[in-house]
Every structure is written in C-alpha cells, then in structure tokens.
C-alpha cells in the first residue's frame, strides 16, 4: 500500500526567510510526487509534480520540490517566503506502476509566515 | 480555461436527511473524482469516474453514499440518510485522462457539509 507522511503539522518561518516542508512516501513501484496548496475556503490548487528526470522540480510561485530516492523524501521548498504563502500544503504520492492507483495525501502540513 | 465547478458551496443539514452535490469538470476532462476531506486530515478518495463509468468506488460508503456522472460531463454525489460524521468538504477534481497515470487532478473549491 502507498503512503504519505507529512511529519509537521505546522511550520512557522519569517518573511524572506527560507522555507522547507517536508514530505515521505512509501510505494512499492516508481513514484508520482505532487504538492498542492490549500487556501481558507478553497479547493486544492497544484503547485508542482514529479514524474522522472531531474530531482528538483520548479512549480507555480517560486516553490521548488527535491525528490530524494535514497531518503523516499519530497521536500517542497522556496528560498524566500511570502506572507502569502501562509496557507495548508499537502504531498500526495501515486504508484507509477499500479495502473488506476489512487492519488494518497498526506495529513497537511500548515505554513505560517510572520511578517 | 474555467477550473471544475462544484454547488452548493455550503450546505448544512440535520441528521438522517438527504443531500447531493454536484460537480462540473474541465471541459474535455475524461476523469472525474470525488474527494471527502475530513477536518485536520488529507482529501480520501470516495469514487473515480472514467467517462461515465466507474473506475474505482472501493471506499465509497454505498449503504448511503451514490454517485453517477450521466453522459459522462457532470456528476452528483448524494448521502442519504447523512449521519453526523459525514460532516467534511466534499472536493471534485478532473483530469484529461486516467490511462497516463502522471495527470495532474485539478480540484473545485469544494462543498463545505454540516451535519448537525
């Protein structure tokens, strides 16, 4: 079975600051990573994904994610946090292999950035 | 490009009675899904339309939930009777295809259900 764990359920961080989220998984074939991003009252929108090649992956906003292999890690990352970032992240993971898999998401993990 | 629709966005009902959502997705998107997320917990999916036929419904509740996407374009979700844990945001979502696993899923703002 796949699995997602985002192991923080909240990350404080100033603005201008660098800003890590982090994120494992647990499949038994070849990963499909996402990030979205959840607003107050609004639907999941996509930040990024990764599906093979390089192992940092630039996405919508100035976010970037590092798949790691050894470490089953997908870290979403942005070198300078905005107050506008303030918002719940979530990883999600899909097996490559597994035909009509279902798209796993992990808890989420909230981001606030102080002024 | 206009995003998924989904109506109501709030609904708020009393237990034991009926409710249904409805769902428009991306224009040419070939698979629907329908999402319950729980507060404090991830989007779990509840059902996968391909067209207008079911992929995947294995942890849909089918003692009170059902859905159906006629014509394979829109899509309802109904619970009856509703029970307070139903209590969640019942997120939609699209993709173009579902045979290329590496789609991307685009969500709709969702329906915020009380169940009091």
């Known amino acids: 079975a796949q699995s997602v764990a985002q192991p923080e359920d909240q990350v404080n961080v100033a603005e201008g600051n660098p800003l890590t989220v982090k994120c494992t998984y647990s499949v038994s074939g070849n990963p499909y990573l996402f990030w979205y991003v959840q607003y107050p009252n609004r639907g999941l929108q996509f930040l990024l994904k990764y599906i093979t090649g390089d192992n940092l992956v630039k996405g919508s906003y100035g976010f970037e994610a590092e798949f790691n292999k050894s470490q089953t890690s997908f870290h979403l990352k942005k070198p300078s946090a905005l107050v506008s970032d303030s918002a719940l992240y979530f990883c999600?993971?899909?097996?490559?292999?597994?035909?009509?898999?279902?798209?796993?998401f992990g808890k989420g993990t909230m981001l606030l950035v102080s002024p | 490009e206009a995003g998924v629709a989904q109506s109501p966005r709030y609904k708020i009902i009393e237990k034991r009675q009926s409710v249904a959502f409805w769902c428009n997705p991306i224009?040419?998107?070939?698979?629907l899904y329908w999402y319950q997320q729980i507060l404090g917990q991830g989007p779990k999916l509840l059902i996968q339309?391909?067209?207008?036929?079911?992929?995947?419904d294995s942890q849909l509740p089918k003692d009170r939930f059902s859905a159906e996407r006629l014509k394979g374009v829109d899509s309802t979700l109904k619970i009856q009777p509703a029970k307070l844990e139903d209590s969640a945001v019942y997120l939609c979502?699209?993709?173009?295809?579902?045979?290329?696993?590496?789609?991307?899923?685009?969500f709709g703002p969702g329906t915020r259900l009380t169940v009091l």
């Open positions: 339309f391909q067209n207008n036929g079911v992929v995947d």
């Open positions: 999600a993971v899909r097996d490559l292999n597994s035909g009509y898999s279902t798209l796993t």
């Open positions: 224009s040419g998107h070939a698979t």
């Open positions: 979502a699209s993709s173009l295809a579902d045979r290329a696993t590496t789609d991307t899923q685009y």
